[in-house]
């Protein structure tokens, strides 16, 4: 017990040094884009100058990008928890989805039952529909369907809000499956490989739990239970 307590200590101070880090990084990272950028509108700047700024500029920003995600998983703010109509929520998320390239062909069937409540930090609940939005989309080829369906559960005489997020993607093999939670697991070119971690993390915070379906080839579905 004392050793896993260490443990943990251990652990969340390496947390809180490595979100500084990531934190530190940002502010010289912006500084170089920047300035980059700048010069790359000088005149005597050639084509191929041209191309080994914008190699600069897309590096820095992939960069960004990475600890960005990363921040958000190691150091995810302390929940404060309301009530949300998650309905709602999803509305306004496929909204602001509906310009991203990556939701192209893709349709989102929304079947929360409309008077669906759930005990979540606002942004934080965005932040978990968005992530699973995007990989769901992002596991289709060309087009595609996602559907989320929920419903008031009990078990162990606790109500819960039981969410389902369904799509016809790819699919997983078992094996990824087993290591989807994991930080930096990814099978994307350019994936951080931390938004299903950073979901778990959140979920977990604000007192829910959730899991993995896949069936390779025919789709996937995450299972949410959230404080009702
Ligand atoms: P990233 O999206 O950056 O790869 P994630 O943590 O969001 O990182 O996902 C990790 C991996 O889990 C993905 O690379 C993908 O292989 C797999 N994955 C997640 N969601 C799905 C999904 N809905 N369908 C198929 N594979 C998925
Ligand atoms: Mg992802």
Redesign the pocket.
Known sequence: MAADLKRADRLAALGELSARMAHEIRNPLAAISGSVQLVALRPWVDEKDERLFSIIIRETDRLDGLLRDFLLYAKPNQPSKVALNLHKVITDLCALLATDPRMEGVEVDNELPADLVVQFDKDQCSQVFW?LLV??A??MTGSGSIGIDGALVSSDGRNEVRIRIR?N????SQD?VKQ?FEPF????KG???????TVYRIVETNGGRMSIN?TLGKG?TVTLHLPA
Do not use: I, Q
């Open positions: 992530n990989n769901a992002e596991a799509d993607g790819s699919g997983m990824d989807v697991f990814t099978t994307k994936g951080t490989g931390l938004g299903l971690a896949s996937t």
